[in-house]
């Protein structure tokens, strides 16, 4: 059984930064690529990055990319979202999810999720 815990969510200011963490339970950690995604009151659930099994693979959002990086580590089985230069557009509920295949972008194609983690951005 996979399971997945997110941490690290609250409140931001704009400009600033926050680390989210996603924990995986289970052995096959190593064998599953992770990514975040998030949702907005209202709003659609919206990938934000991935990582590949071995972390070698990484992959962002085009809202995020250029402030945020996304990493793992296959001995703790943590997968971290170090998100900067905050903006209220990136207040949402962000959750991870894992996949046993590669990458992708599309939130039907993983299997398991965690419960999500609510981050705010004041201005």
């Known amino acids: 059984q996979v399971q997945l815990a997110e941490s690290g969510g609250g409140m931001g200011q704009a400009g600033g930064s926050l680390r989210l963490s996603c924990a995986v339970s289970g052995q096959l950690f190593s064998s599953m690529s992770i990514a975040w995604f998030r949702q907005a009151y209202g709003k659609e659930r919206e990938y934000v990055a991935a990582t590949g099994r071995s972390g070698g693979i990484t992959d962002y959002s085009d809202s995020v990319k250029d402030r945020t990086t996304i990493s793992r580590d296959n001995s703790k089985r943590t997968v971290d979202l170090q998100m900067n230069s905050l903006k209220p557009e990136d207040t949402a509920v962000y959750y991870c999810?894992?996949?046993?295949?590669?990458?992708?972008?599309?939130?039907?194609?993983?299997?398991?999720w965690g419960q999500g983690t609510q981050v705010f951005v004041s201005s």
């Open positions: 999810a894992a996949r046993f295949q590669g990458v992708s972008r599309h939130s039907s194609d993983f299997e398991f």
